[in-house]
């Protein structure tokens, strides 16, 4: 088992808005980034005449393979189909009432106001305090959750929670629509924000949005709301923690009113992940044995970020320098990867889980000693990358200036 997972580690990224980079040797970003400009020229000079057409966009987007679908059995669906009275009763009253949400607005100058020069005078002030390598951070963040079309999409895939019609009256189709209403808010305030700075070259991270959701992701869920749930039960908490960082770091640096901003959207993040990890804790109260090889499966596939097919037009390699920012600024690191791992793991009890036939006792196991190993093979992926000596790389969000990433 220890090779095996030598193996997966292998293929893990130690910086990583989801903690999963490569740990191999591997060309510097920025070397990566100017060939494929190089390339893009050639064939500009080959095809002068040509127009860009939504169809050679569309073999830009990264392809995906190995997917499956439809992998609950019936059993299973059976019983998630049964817990529509819980989801109203458990999940519905986390929703917040739009009349008393914030909204973007509450926290940025106001244009009908005679002072909106001044106050965005001021923001902008403020906002040079802080280095190029965290604005990469918070734009990979707001990137990340102006995808929102796609999560929505990929939580309708998911059997017997799917919101049948668009506007389904089920507790699954209510939570669905309106966790997204929700979390809508927090791609429009931080693109508003990041708009006003002066500091970030919009044109460019709205390239990546538009390339991002045409790309879509994938989870590997297989819409499987076993596996669908456990991956959003990790993964609103890792988007919480990176927030709650960016938080931090903004206050560091002066500029409170952001980190007032980050500290809410994460907030929002930590009260949908008690969501859907109750979600997961009731299959594994009706259902161990089911929960468990989800768990397995999910954590041997890794957790991928949603914005890990992110493109820019001209940087094949973008997420991957977006996640070694993260790693090196402590926005997200393959610590927090690990982190969340051990959170899960005591959130559902696993270590005492019982009821298992001999292929979830195995899965148990694995899971259960899964972030120690984690800490070590990416201890090891980051002094291997140190040896290599700093590594720079340039970012089209910030104009393409330098940024360190190693």
């Given at each position: 088992?220890?090779?095996?997972?030598?193996?997966?580690?292998?293929?893990?990224?130690?910086?990583?808005?989801?903690?999963?980079?490569?740990?191999?040797?591997?060309?510097?970003?920025r070397?990566?980034?100017v060939?494929?400009?190089?390339?893009?020229?050639?064939?500009?000079?080959?095809?002068?005449?040509?127009?860009?057409?939504?169809?050679?966009?569309?073999?830009?987007h990264?392809a995906?393979?190995?997917?499956?679908?439809?992998?609950?059995?019936?059993?299973?669906?059976?019983?998630?189909?049964?817990?529509?009275?819980?989801?109203?009763?458990?999940?519905?009253?986390?929703l917040?009432?739009?009349?008393?949400?914030?909204q973007p607005?509450?926290?940025?100058?106001?244009?009908?106001?005679?002072?909106?020069?001044?106050?965005?005078?001021?923001?902008?002030?403020?906002?040079?305090?802080?280095?190029?390598?965290?604005?990469?951070?918070?734009?990979?963040?707001?990137?990340?959750?102006?995808?929102?079309?796609?999560?929505?999409t990929?939580l309708?895939?998911?059997?017997?929670?799917?919101?049948?019609?668009?506007?389904?009256?089920?507790?699954?189709?209510?939570?669905?629509?309106?966790w997204?209403?929700?979390?809508?808010?927090?791609?429009?305030?931080?693109?508003?924000?990041?708009?006003?700075t002066?500091?970030?070259?919009?044109?460019a991270?709205?390239?990546?949005?538009?390339?991002?959701?045409?790309?879509?992701?994938?989870p590997?869920?297989?819409?499987?709301?076993?596996?669908?749930?456990?991956?959003?039960?990790?993964?609103?908490?890792?988007?919480?923690?990176?927030?709650?960082?960016?938080?931090?770091?903004?206050?560091f640096?002066?500029?409170?009113?952001?980190?007032?901003?980050?500290?809410?959207?994460?907030?929002?993040?930590?009260?949908?992940?008690?969501?859907?990890?109750?979600?997961?804790?009731?299959?594994?109260?009706?259902?161990?044995?089911?929960?468990?090889?989800?768990?397995?499966?999910?954590?041997?596939?890794?957790?991928?970020?949603p914005?890990?097919?992110?493109?820019d037009?001209e940087?094949?390699?973008?997420?991957?320098?977006?996640?070694m920012?993260?790693?090196r600024t402590?926005?997200?690191?393959?610590?927090?990867?690990?982190?969340?791992?051990?959170?899960l793991?005591?959130?559902?009890?696993?270590?005492?889980?019982?009821?298992?036939?001999?292929?979830?006792r195995r899965a148990?196991?694995?899971?259960?000693?899964?972030?120690p190993?984690?800490?070590?093979?990416?201890?090891?992926?980051?002094?291997?990358?140190?040896?290599?000596?700093?590594?720079?790389?340039?970012?089209?969000?910030?104009?393409?200036?330098?940024?360190?990433?190693?």
């Amino acid at each position: 088992m220890a090779g095996s997972l030598a193996a997966e580690m292998a293929s893990l990224n130690v910086a990583s808005a989801n903690a999963a980079v490569r740990l191999g040797s591997r060309q510097s970003i920025r070397g990566a980034r100017v060939q494929g400009v190089q390339n893009g020229c050639k064939v500009a000079m080959t095809a002068t005449a040509a127009r860009p057409s939504a169809s050679a966009d569309v073999k830009k987007h990264k392809a995906v393979s190995g997917q499956r679908a439809h992998t609950i059995s019936p059993e299973a669906l059976e019983l998630v189909q049964s817990l529509e009275g819980w989801a109203e009763e458990t999940l519905l009253p986390l929703l917040k009432p739009v009349e008393s949400a914030w909204q973007p607005s509450d926290f940025l100058p106001s244009p009908e106001k005679d002072s909106f020069l001044d106050e965005v005078r001021e923001l902008r002030e403020r906002a040079k305090e802080l280095p190029d390598e965290y604005f990469v951070s918070l734009v990979g963040d707001m990137i990340t959750e102006e995808a929102l079309p796609t999560y929505q999409t990929m939580l309708n895939t998911l059997d017997g929670t799917r919101d049948e019609t668009g506007a389904s009256p089920t507790p699954w189709g209510v939570w669905t629509r309106q966790w997204t209403a929700e979390e809508n808010r927090h791609g429009d305030l931080l693109n508003r924000y990041l708009y006003l700075t002066g500091r970030v070259n919009m044109r460019a991270v709205e390239k990546t949005i538009q390339y991002l959701i045409g790309s879509g992701m994938d989870p590997k869920t297989e819409n499987n709301p076993y596996l669908g749930f456990l991956y959003t039960s990790f993964q609103e908490r890792a988007t919480a923690i990176s927030h709650g960082n960016t938080a931090r770091h903004a206050v560091f640096k002066g500029e409170k009113n952001l980190g007032r901003i980050c500290g809410l959207i994460a907030a929002d993040e930590k009260r949908h992940e008690r969501a859907y990890q109750a979600i997961v804790g009731k299959l594994y109260e009706l259902d161990p044995n089911g929960a468990m090889l989800a768990f397995e499966d999910m954590m041997k596939k890794q957790i991928v970020m949603p914005a890990h097919l992110m493109y820019d037009g001209e940087n094949d390699h973008l997420f991957d320098a977006f996640t070694m920012v993260a790693q090196r600024t402590g926005v997200y690191t393959a610590s927090d990867y690990a982190s969340i791992i051990e959170h899960l793991i005591a959130r559902w009890d696993v270590e005492k889980v019982e009821g298992l036939n001999a292929d979830g006792r195995r899965a148990q196991e694995y899971v259960c000693k899964l972030p120690p190993r984690i800490r070590k093979l990416a201890e090891r992926a980051a002094d291997k990358l140190k040896k290599g000596g700093p590594r720079s790389g340039k970012i089209s969000w910030v104009f393409n200036r330098e940024v360190v990433l190693v």
